[in-house]
């Protein structure tokens, strides 16, 4: 049988540089008080928001991955015609046609490369990084643009308080490339599907969460999964210097937090809380954290980040990386 020939891929896999985008327009929770029955305490105590962004009716999925993905590409010293390959995690395109990886790779300058979009919903960037880390241990690609760009104010009731008030708009994005060490450890990923009903679009038009349903199973589920994320990669929780769960509210992030210092992470392990100013941002609020977390000094080069996403499917994804 006629032998078929393989490349040569890479002993590893690491992020090479990261960037984030976020609209202009901060919306706070009194401005969301004068259209709905909410109010500022309700939400800074339930969820642990203060502000978040809204993006403008110019500002797109694409535009929000392009700017965050042309300031990763800068980050890591690369040129866009470097990028060989542009993943787009979303799951807030409200036209599937064309897919946002192919556009974005156009307007970035990465002309021809291989693209895709991938809808893992708030997981989706943790799934995007475990395949790009993959293609270029794999030699299917050398220069991998991994972005998680949402624009939920498209797909959010703008007057129901149970959504209106956590979803926001934004992007973030890491470049992959090719690595003698591990930056980027094994995924530990899976699905949640008899809660499949907890998180949907009923309508089609607007999405609906059991909000209790879903806080019960991040906060109980989650920990165990990164703890298995760590188990993977040969980690200790001690090892961990930054936590960066997908930022759905921060009473889950603080139980995922305590769960794992309850197993041996240190008091001083950073937490993202980028929350409070990011609100909830999908599949873009693990890039777009990292990102304000290094901006300002609270994580370094070569710090090990325990990454976790989780949200509708329900899905979930987490991994260990080496922070650039
Ligand atoms: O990103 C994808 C994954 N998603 C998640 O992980 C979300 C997980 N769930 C949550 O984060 C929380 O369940 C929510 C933030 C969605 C809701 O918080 P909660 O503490 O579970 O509130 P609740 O829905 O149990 O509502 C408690 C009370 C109710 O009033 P009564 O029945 O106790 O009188 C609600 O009507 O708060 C009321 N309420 C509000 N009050 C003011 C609900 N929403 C609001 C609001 N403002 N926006």
């Known amino acids: 049988m006629i032998e078929l020939r393989l490349p040569k891929g ?10 984030s985008s976020q609209p202009e327009r901060v919306v706070t929770n009194d401005e969301l008080s004068k259209i709905m029955d909410t109010n500022d305490e309700w939400i800074r105590e339930r969820v642990g928001i203060a502000e978040r962004r809204f993006a403008a009716p110019e500002d797109t999925v694409v535009s929000m991955a392009v ?16 990028v060989d390959t542009v993943l787009v995690a979303n799951c807030t395109t409200t036209v599937p046609i064309p897919n946002a990886a192919a556009q974005v790779a156009e307007l970035i300058g990465a002309k021809a490369a291989g693209g895709f979009d ?3 919903a708030c997981a989706g960037f943790c799934y995007a990084l475990a395949a790009g880390s993959d293609m270029v241990r794999c030699g299917s690609a050398e220069k991998v643009l991994v972005i998680g760009a949402e624009k ?26 090719p690595s003698d060490d591990t930056g980027i450890g094994p995924v530990a990923w899976g699905t949640a599907g008899d809660l499949v009903e907890t998180i949907t679009m009923p309508n089609g038009k607007h999405i609906y969460q059991e909000g209790q349903s879903v ?3 991040a906060t109980t589920k989650i920990a165990p999964i990164a703890m298995r994320a760590l188990e ?15 930022q759905a509210n921060l009473r889950i992030v603080e139980a995922i937090a305590k769960r794992l210092r309850k197993a041996g992470a240190r008091e001083d392990m950073v937490v993202a809380d980028d929350i409070v100013t990011s609100g909830n941002t999908s599949s873009a609020s693990i890039p777009i954290a990292m990102d304000h977390m290094r901006a300002a000094g609270r994580v370094h080069s070569g710090d090990v980040a325990l990454l976790i996403g989780f949200g509708a499917g329900l899905s ?8 650039p």
């Open 67 to 82: 700017d965050a993905g042309a300031k990763a590409i800068a980050a890591s010293g690369l040129n866009p015609s470097d």
């Open 118 to 120: 991938l809808n893992a």
């Open 10 to 19: 890479s002993p590893g896999s690491r992020i090479l540089g990261i960037g």
């Open 215 to 217: 806080f019960r199973w």
């Open 232 to 246: 993977l990669a040969g980690v200790q929780p001690s090892d961990v210097d930054v936590l960066i769960p997908h």
């Open 316 to 323: 979930y994804a987490g991994q260990v990386v080496i922070c």
């Open 152 to 177: 939920l104010t498209d797909v959010v009731d703008p007057v129901d308080r149970s959504t209106a008030i956590i979803f926001a708009d934004g992007a973030g994005a890491a470049v992959v490339g």
